[in-house]
């Protein structure tokens, strides 16, 4: 069975602060893996794709990497603004997504 | 940029309802998907459209229904409203191949009471 985990459920952070957020993942045939960011009330938003292990992504303060096993979302110097929840989740045969339970990430200024 | 619209944002309904949640986008793409979104639980697939008039089940179909007879617009079907259907659902679309990921709806809150 495909399944995704996210760890941890919550980080709270300083601004400034960086960190990182993991996404494990087991599927039987993984042909990408994506990440979104999901603001309160409103729908997931893209952020990366990433296809082959070694594969990094990045964007302002945030940048993606991709393992065999998992993936990693970094965070450097985060502020306020970046307060969201963090899903992650893997295309499998077709173009299912199956999605983890996501990150709730806390920047305090 | 692409824009998926769910009509309703929030919706209270009585168990045993009939309930239609309805879902558009204007990008002209075929792949359309219709998620529930529950604490702890993260984002289950419902149902997916890969053209008009194709469905297909995803992992939690039981109780729902869909339908979709134009490209642009894709609908979810409670046949029988039940209180353990009180979620939040949220659509997307996205191109053959969904390279480019999905683009969601901002999703409708529906209590069934």
């Known amino acids: 069975e495909d399944q995704v985990t996210q760890s941890p459920e919550a980080l709270r952070l300083q601004e400034g602060e960086s960190s990182s957020l993991n996404c494990s993942y087991t599927?039987?045939?993984?042909?990408?893996l994506f990440w979104y960011r999901q603001d309160p009330g409103k729908g997931p938003e893209f952020l990366f794709t990433?296809?082959?292990a070694g594969e990094e992504k990045e964007k302002e303060r945030l940048k993606a990497t991709l393992t065999k096993k998992e993936s990693f979302l970094h965070i450097t110097a985060p502020k306020p603004e970046d307060s969201a929840t963090y899903l992650c989740?893997?295309?499998?045969?077709?173009?299912?997504?199956?999605f983890g339970a996501g990150t709730i990430l806390r920047v305090k200024s | 940029d692409v824009k998926v619209t769910q009509s309703s944002r929030y919706l209270v309904k009585r168990t045993g309802e009939k309930v239609f949640l309805e879902c558009v986008q204007d990008?002209?793409?075929?792949?359309m998907f219709w998620y529930r979104q529950d604490p702890g639980l993260g984002l289950r697939l419902i149902y997916f459209?890969?053209?008009?008039?194709?469905?297909e089940k995803g992992d939690i179909p039981e109780g729902y229904s869909v339908s979709r007879e134009k490209k642009e617009r894709f609908s979810l079907i409670l046949e029988s409203a039940s209180t353990n259907q009180t979620s939040m659902y949220l659509c997307?679309?996205?191109?053959?191949?969904?390279?480019?990921?999905?683009?969601f709806g901002s999703g409708t809150r529906l209590t069934v009471v």
């Open positions: 997307a679309s996205s191109l053959p191949g969904g390279s480019r990921g999905y683009t």
């Open positions: 599927v039987s045939g993984l042909r990408g």
């Open positions: 990433l296809y082959s």
């Open positions: 989740a893997v295309q499998v045969y077709g173009n299912k997504l199956v």
């Open positions: 990008m002209d793409h075929e792949n």
């Open positions: 459209s890969y053209d008009v008039k194709m469905k």
